[in-house]
């Protein structure tokens, strides 16, 4: 039995130099994750040393004082990961998420049904560095709707889920040689225990000439601060993002692979439900 981890060094840069706070996990994924729900302690208990309240699952909210990457200490192990992640906002997903957070189905989920407007934006970044028609993997990728160049390119996508893939996107044949022009892998690493061995798994999905796009979102806790500030006791409460990058970081992450840095891109959108900014690293296996 793999056993749940709490991080003891930077999920980036390996630094051992934490700063430190007490959060709550949000019952949410407490309850999918853990099996864990809220309790109430009412002086019906009769203890003398706690107080009538709230118990919500505890955790800590830990920050690289080298990298700034700011992240959750539970570590899920991949059994967890994928009671948290089953059926992903499928309707026993949405439904239960509605008892811990009402509003949900009616809003948020609304929000990912379709393709997001911010992609066009992120293919008009990226097509000058690819041919015309570019073969495309995208590692993560769900449905792949939200491929970059869906529907202009050869778009292959690997996914856990296994979710029935939106036109044009074909699965991806995990024992093919690897020539794709553009190895695609966003919003991801904000969710994941281990980034750097996502990245390593990576690698050999990259021929010498292949581009990775890398694309995590620029959380707002993070833009709104100077670099060095310390978030942690800012941090009170974590949800399904358990990592949240600065942009030394995510380079910090990469530099530990052996990838280089051809580009990055911050990425403000707002559609209309949501406002955000993503956080992308453009990475090749040379120097380019
Ligand atoms: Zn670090």
């Known amino acids: 039995m793999k056993l749940m981890q709490l991080a003891d060094a930077c999920i980036c840069c390996g630094g051992h130099d934490l700063a430190s706070s007490p959060a709550v996990l949000m019952p949410f994924v407490a309850s999918r994750a853990l099996g864990q729900e809220p309790l109430e302690i009412t002086a019906e208990w009769g203890l003398r040393d706690l107080r009538p309240g709230m118990a919500y699952t505890l955790c800590h909210s830990l920050q690289c004082r080298a990298c700034g990457a700011l992240f959750l200490d539970y570590r899920f192990t991949p059994a967890q990961m994928a009671a948290l992640y089953e059926g992903y906002r499928g309707p026993a997903y949405t439904q239960q998420r509605e008892r811990f957070e009402p509003g949900y189905a009616a809003t948020v989920a609304q929000d990912y049904t379709r393709r997001h407007a911010y992609i066009a934006e992120v293919e008009a970044w990226l097509a000058p560095r690819l041919p015309e028609r570019p073969l495309i993997l995208d590692w993560g990728g769900g449905d792949g709707s939200n491929t970059p160049f869906l529907g202009r390119a050869r778009v292959q996508v690997h996914d856990i889920s296994g979710a029935a893939l939106a036109e044009g ?70 949800h399904e993002h358990v990592n949240f990058f600065t942009e030394n970081s995510l380079r910090r992450l990469a530099a530990r692979t052996g990838l280089c840095v051809a580009d990055t891109l911050r990425l403000p959108f707002d559609n209309g439900a949501r406002q955000g900014e993503v956080l992308s690293l453009l990475l090749t296996k040379e120097n380019p």
Not at 171 to 179: G, I, V
Not at 182 to 203: F, G, I, K, R, S
Not at 208 to 229: F, K, M, N, S
């Open 169 to 238: 996107a074909e699965r991806a044949d995990p024992h093919a040689t690897p020539d794709h022009d553009l190895l695609v892998c966003t919003q991801v690493l904000e969710h994941v225990a281990d980034p750097l061995a996502v990245l390593q798994e990576l690698l050999p999905l990259m021929a010498p000439h292949t581009l990775l796009y890398l694309e995590v979102p620029h959380e707002a806790l993070v833009r709104q601060h100077p670099p060095g500030t310390d978030l942690t006791p800012r941090k009170r409460h974590w």
